[in-house]
């Protein structure tokens, strides 16, 4: 143990902190109640979480829904969206209106007369000092932006909105770039970079850029374009949307704020949660294969929550949710959008191994936790799958969700500079010891 180690595992345990002394101060810890709901921090016309809803006091669990401006994401994704969905709805969560077909032309080109990237981004930035996750080099690629910007620090909301459809409409090419940038210098393969295609969508540009021309389907195009619909927003408080909001409080460039949002969404917990869901089901499936009974499931799931299989954790990645009760309807789409994939790829083994893993640990968690206890899948736990049907290698899973989330990130940051615009600056209490004597 060196002396970095045996300090600060020495002085820890006498500087932590007795976890009754939150609740003596009523400290609302990772901003959560003690019923797990959320901490009312802000408003927002935006969209909106429901999964439960409360009778006086008690909690009344819920089939989830998500309100985008209003709509219901059910609806939307029953809505005629012309090989443009994402574009569409990327204009309702900005504007707060569906596009009319001319005012969809204009934005739509709008998005496409920004595809190309600045002149000499791509070798100065893209393809130098690859990472080990590609979602540090994409922090690094989104503040690079800032020095090809004429007036970065402009933050008025007009200008962030063009800022921001700008980055958005390269985020195809940057995120392709960089997977391939990471290929070729950290693995050796061959260095394949396509220019975006300005007749294509964000969706298809992600898999034209990744695969070539013919070497996907229209049908693959449609999942993945609602992909990037059920991924756009998800209320004004989810981890890296509030991370925007906190740093763009500030003041500071939309680049800068962005590249934060993009640092919460890599880990674990949040964005990178559906690689953990794929982690997860390769070791289960390596463990006990794809044709195992409900029982050999069953007990593998239970090793989870006992923390004695995979990483010890206690935790079944993509199942439950902190507002969701009853249902998660971006799972549910995302489950029917794999069955589709799952037919065409001729994968329904792999499908209804993870759909029979879905119901068995809803009910083990029952079983846990009691009747009255309602959990779902969540979006993560169908995401991973339906990105591994479509081709999509795993190291982009999060890039993508982060491609999706941008017009969400961008949106709200607008709207609490317009409605709300005061730092964010919460308190702590200090706990500590006063008056230790003078320092020798």
């Not at 919460?264 to 390769?282: C, D």
């Amino acid at each position: 143990m060196d002396f970095l180690e045996e300090t600060f595992n020495k002085n820890m345990q006498n500087n932590a902190i007795d976890h009754q002394l939150f609740d003596q101060y009523n400290v609302k810890i990772g901003l959560r109640n003690h019923d797990g709901r959320g901490v009312l921090v802000g408003l927002t016309k935006i969209s909106d979480v429901y999964g439960y809803y409360m009778d006086k006091d008690k909690k009344i669990d819920d089939e989830g829904h998500l309100i985008i401006r209003g709509y219901d994401l059910y609806d939307i994704a029953k809505m005629d969206h012309d090989n443009y969905g994402y574009e569409k709805v990327a204009y309702l969560i900005l504007f707060g209106k569906w596009p009319t077909n001319d005012e969809a032309y204009e934005f739509i080109k709008i998005i496409k007369d920004n595809y190309k990237l600045p002149k000499f981004f791509m070798e100065d930035v893209l393809l130098k000092n690859p990472s080990n996750n590609l979602m540090n080099h994409l922090q690094r690629a989104i503040l690079s932006l800032y020095s090809y910007d004429n007036n970065p620090d402009d933050t008025e909301p007009i200008m962030v909105l063009k800022k921001g459809l700008s980055i958005l409409a390269k985020m195809p090419t940057i995120i392709n770039y960089v997977y391939q940038s990471n290929r070729h210098f950290l693995h050796n393969d061959s260095l394949i970079l396509r220019q975006p295609n300005q007749n294509m969508s964000i969706a298809e540009n992600i898999l034209y850029l990744l695969k070539g021309e013919n070497n996907y389907q229209k049908e693959e195009v449609d999942i993945l374009d609602l992909c990037l619909i059920i991924h756009a927003d998800h209320g004004g408080a989810p981890n890296s949307t509030f991370v925007d909001e906190v740093i763009s409080s500030t003041g500071t460039d939309l680049y800068s704020s962005i590249s934060g949002s993009l640092a919460a969404l890599k880990g674990p917990r949040h964005g990178g949660a559906n690689i953990e869901v794929t982690k997860m089901m390769k070791a289960i499936i390596n463990h006990i294969g794809l044709d195992a009974s409900k029982e050999q499931i069953s007990d593998v799931l239970n090793k989870i929550l006992n923390k004695d299989f995979y990483n010890n954790s206690g935790l079944i990645y993509g199942i439950g949710h902190a507002v969701y009760t009853k249902s998660d309807p971006r799972a549910v789409l995302l489950k029917q959008q794999c069955k589709k994939l799952a037919y065409l790829k001729n994968k329904e083994k792999l499908f209804n191994f993870y759909s029979l893993v879905e119901d068995i640990a809803i009910k083990e968690l029952k079983k846990r936790k009691g009747n009255s206890f309602n959990c779902c899948a969540n979006l993560d736990f169908y995401s991973g799958l339906a990105y591994q049907f479509l081709g999509i290698p795993e190291d982009l899973y999060t890039p993508i969700f982060a491609t999706s989330r941008m017009i969400g990130w961008l949106a709200h940051d607008i709207e609490n500079k317009l409605y709300c615009n005061k730092i964010v600056r919460p308190a702590t209490k200090y706990v500590g010891e006063i008056n230790k004597g003078d320092l020798k």
